[in-house]
Structures are given as structure tokens and as C-alpha cells.
């Protein structure tokens, strides 16, 4: 016996009803250079909505519309769910107004429509290229579906290259291009490119840095903002309604201050009112990961904004994280609060009388009662 498909692709058969169950899939993205006017999801639809008018063996099944969504790859919300309603069987036909709104990947749009597509019995109708594999099969085999495939990731390539010039020339300009406004500011409603300063918010950054100049550890920097009931920056931008990133709302920083958190800031030359970007870039066009760029290739440009923090104290508080090792210790993993809390103003400043090497705190605890002292590193190697 011949393997099994997963898929009981029996229920497409047309022949089994005059009806085709249709998901009309609508996408723009202005990241993949399409044009507002032409492309946009209301007049996508209009295009469609008049081919169905003369097409009545078509019933809609459900719309399905990615907005802000770049077409070089498939992991998009509407799409992951149009796809699964395709492969239970809900689906049976799918209309887009031209092979661009599905995608412009290449080699993931030709496997859909060259291999999927086909074993799953799909009806794939793009109107304005006349492709319809129930009613014209040639037109999916027709060369021109190649040529246009492969133009549509060239001109998403092409676009992704222009639009990163162009964020480069904004940064090197010293406007601001993210998404959202630095915790401590927000930005200038006369000018989105601009930040000024939010004073709600730009007296708890004042705070953090004044404390951690004054010797106080990070991890009592924590404590001591969420024991006062201070919003951390996800849950202050929630709460005022403004757009936040929604992968952290389930996340371990929107339920409060953590230690990450703070570090973040405090390395922070923004807050002394230079402009510092570009610090990831992603992978390529295809692939919207984003990784670490070196420190020496940030943009920089300096005295762009109103500054929060003087830069005397931001030096010296760069010089504390310098001189203080134990501020780069990572202290996610510590298991208990006695762990984070062996850091010390001292650590840094105590050097071995022999050998001149900075002395690292340790201790220990007997009958509930923690004792610290300090050894030499060459000692413990």
C-alpha cells in the first residue's frame, strides 16, 4: 500500500459541488516598495470583489489580510492561518490580485505554487496576471510565472537596499528612526525624527544613574523601583496606550525592573544627548533576524537631543562599571537573592598587597547568618 497523504485532498474535488470555497488573501508592505495607491488592501479587494461578480461558482470563505508585512517570507499571521485552513480543507481555492501579494520569495512562492498547491488540489487564481490552475492549467506553467517570481525578489531585494541606505543617511543625519521613543523621552509631535525629553519618566532615569553613582548596586537599583511601584519602560508605554512590542507583554521585563533592564540604561550614551544607532542589522532581505553590530560601526552623532544625564556622571558611572567587575557579571542565573547581593562599592578598589591584582569578594553562610570577605584572584586560580 502506497503512502498516505496527511491531507484528505478527496473533499477538492470540484466535482463534488458547483461551489469553490475561496480565501481571498489581501498583503501590503511598504517595506517591500509597494505602492500605497495601487496596492492598497482596499483597492486589492476591489479588483478581486469584480472578478468574483463574474465568477458565481466562487463562495467566500474567509479574508485573509497581512498589513505591514513584507512578502519575502511566509511567517506572516494571516498567512500561517490562510495556509492551515489550505491543509485541513477548509480552503479550496485561493485568490490574490497578483503574484506579489502572495510573495516575493523566489523559491518559497514557486514551491507553493509548483509543488503544494498541486498535491493539495488548489485552485490558485491571481487576477491581474490571468493565472487560474482549475480553469487555464498552462497558466501556472507558463515561463512569464517564473520570470515574474523571480522579479518580485529582485525588486524586494532592491528595495530592502535602498530603504537601508536611506536609514543610514537618516542616522547619519542624527534623526532618530525607531520605532519607539527612548525610555526617558518620547517623540517631538512637530518632528517624529526628534526626541524630547519626558519629564514623567526622565526623573526615574536621573534616579537610576544618581544611585549607581553613589555605590549602589544594580540589584538594589531593582528593588528599590519596583518596591516604589515605578513602572518599568514596557508596562509605563502600556498603560499610556502607546505602541509597545508585543512579544514583551508576556515577557519577564513587563512585570517589572530587572537587572538587564538597568544595565541597558546605564551604558546608554543617549541619555547625554548624543544620537547612537544602528547597533543590529538584519541578516538580509529574506531573513528579518537581526544581529549585533560591532561597537565600532555604531552611527553616532553627538548633541542631537536635550540631554537627561550630565556627561560628568555618566562618566562616572562608566568608570564604576570599568573598575567594578562585578557589574558585568550576568545575574540572570544566580538562584537566590544572597548570590546578587555579594556585589560591593569596594569591589575594584581592594587590590593584593603581593601582587597587585584586584581582591574578588566571596563568602559564605552558617546558621542563616552570610559572612563576606575578599581573596585574591591568583590565590583562587
Not at 525624527?193 to 534616579?207: C, M, P, Q
Request: aromatic share 12%.
Amino acid at each position: 500500500m502506497g503512502r498516505q497523504s496527511k491531507y484528505d485532498t478527496s473533499v477538492f474535488s470540484p466535482e463534488k459541488s458547483n461551489i469553490w470555497r475561496c480565501g481571498i488573501y489581501l498583503r501590503l508592505s511598504r517595506e517591500d516598495g509597494d505602492k500605497i495607491e495601487s496596492d492598497s488592501i482596499i483597492n486589492q479587494r476591489k479588483i478581486i470583489d469584480r472578478y468574483l461578480e463574474k465568477n458565481q461558482d466562487i463562495d467566500i470563505y474567509d479574508i485573509y489580510t497581512d498589513d505591514g508585512y513584507s512578502g519575502t517570507n511566509f511567517n506572516r499571521p494571516d498567512m500561517t492561518r490562510l495556509l492551515e485552513d489550505i491543509k485541513t480543507c477548509k480552503v479550496n481555492c485561493l485568490i490574490v490580485k497578483d503574484l506579489s501579494r502572495f510573495g516575493r520569495n523566489y523559491h518559497e512562492t514557486g514551491r507553493y505554487l509548483e509543488v503544494v498547491f498541486p498535491l493539495l488540489q488548489l485552485r490558485f487564481i491571481s487576477v491581474n496576471d490571468n493565472i487560474d490552475s482549475y480553469k487555464n492549467p498552462q497558466s501556472m506553467k507558463n515561463s512569464s510565472v517564473s520570470f515574474k517570481n523571480v522579479m518580485n525578489d529582485e525588486y524586494a531585494r532592491d528595495i530592502s537596499s535602498k530603504i537601508r541606505s536611506s536609514f543610514n543617511a537618516k542616522r547619519k543625519r542624527g534623526e532618530y528612526i525607531g520605532t519607539y521613543a527612548l525610555y526617558g523621552y518620547e517623540k517631538d509631535p512637530q518632528d517624529r525624527h526628534k526626541l524630547i525629553i519626558n519629564e514623567e519618566t526622565a526623573e526615574n532615569v536621573r534616579l537610576i544613574f544618581r544611585m549607581f553613582a553613589d555605590g549602589v548596586s544594580i540589584y538594589n537599583i531593582t528593588q528599590r523601583l519596583n518596591e516604589l511601584g515605578i513602572q518599568n519602560p514596557t508596562a509605563y508605554r502600556l498603560s499610556r496606550g502607546l505602541k509597545i512590542n508585543k512579544k514583551l507583554i508576556f515577557d519577564s521585563e513587563y512585570s517589572g525592573w530587572t537587572i538587564q533592564t538597568i544595565r541597558r540604561m546605564l551604558k546608554n550614551r543617549m541619555y547625554v544627548g548624543d544620537m547612537v544607532q544602528g547597533k543590529t542589522q538584519t541578516i538580509s532581505h529574506k531573513i528579518r533576524k537581526s544581529v549585533p553590530v560591532p561597537q565600532d560601526n555604531y552611527i553616532i552623532k553627538e548633541g542631537t537631543h536635550e540631554a537627561i544625564i550630565d556627561k560628568a556622571t555618566f562618566e562616572k558611572v562608566q568608570a564604576r562599571f570599568l573598575r567594578d567587575t562585578w557589574q558585568h557579571k550576568d545575574t540572570s542565573k544566580f538562584t537566590s537573592k544572597d548570590e546578587v547581593e555579594t556585589g560591593s562599592i569596594y569591589v575594584g578598589y581592594i587590590k593584593c598587597a603581593a601582587c597587585g591584582r584586584a581582591m574578588q569578594k566571596t563568602g559564605y553562610k552558617k546558621r542563616g547568618i552570610s559572612f563576606y570577605y575578599f581573596v585574591c584572584g591568583s590565590y583562587l586560580q
